[in-house]
């Protein structure tokens, strides 16, 4: 097992190691939303910054604000700011939690947001179903609230977070 970052690539999605990938994000399909291989495909050619952590012990996809994606929470965003990184999905293995990785993963988008120019990084929690272990990890991470929504036919209830970075 390593955790070394990666960049994902389109190559990655195929075979076992994107069998892994889709599998770990759909363990996670409350927090993160369901993918198909597809959606998937198309997501990490639109992405900013798509990183990886060993096969499938972690994964973050960013967009920034030029992205075709017509998530509501991405496009919340999008009425609101003329730049912005978002990062729409971040998530561990339940066996690689507590090692930091994705502490590692953001530690990297800054690095890589900050060499492109942009000043801020935005993404949203959920508040209603919550999620008090991503609420904490961001607070931690120094982001803070900038709104809320309710969406997805009143199902689930997010609030936006964002960090400006220190240029």
């Not at 190691?17 to 198309?42: D, I, Q, T, V």
């Amino acid at each position: 097992m390593t955790d070394t970052i990666t960049r994902l690539t389109a190559a990655d999605l195929v075979g076992p190691a994107g069998e892994a990938l889709l599998a770990l994000n759909n363990a996670h399909a409350e927090e993160l939303s369901w993918l198909e291989p597809a959606r998937l495909a198309h997501l990490v050619s639109e992405a900013f910054v798509a990183r990886r952590i060993g096969v499938a012990d972690a994964l973050l996809l960013t967009f920034d604000q030029a992205a075709d994606y017509d998530s509501p929470n991405f496009l919340w965003f999008r009425e609101r700011y003329p730049a912005f990184v978002y990062v729409d999905r971040v998530v561990v293995t339940d066996g690689a939690r507590g090692r930091g990785l994705a502490r590692r993963l953001y530690d990297d988008l800054f690095v890589a947001a900050r060499l492109a120019g942009h000043e801020r990084i935005v993404c949203e929690v959920n508040s209603d179903p919550p999620n008090p272990a991503s609420e904490a990890f961001h607070a931690a991470l120094g982001f803070v609230a900038v709104g809320t929504a309710t969406i997805h036919g009143g199902k689930k209830t997010v609030t936006y977070l964002e960090r400006t970075l220190a240029t």
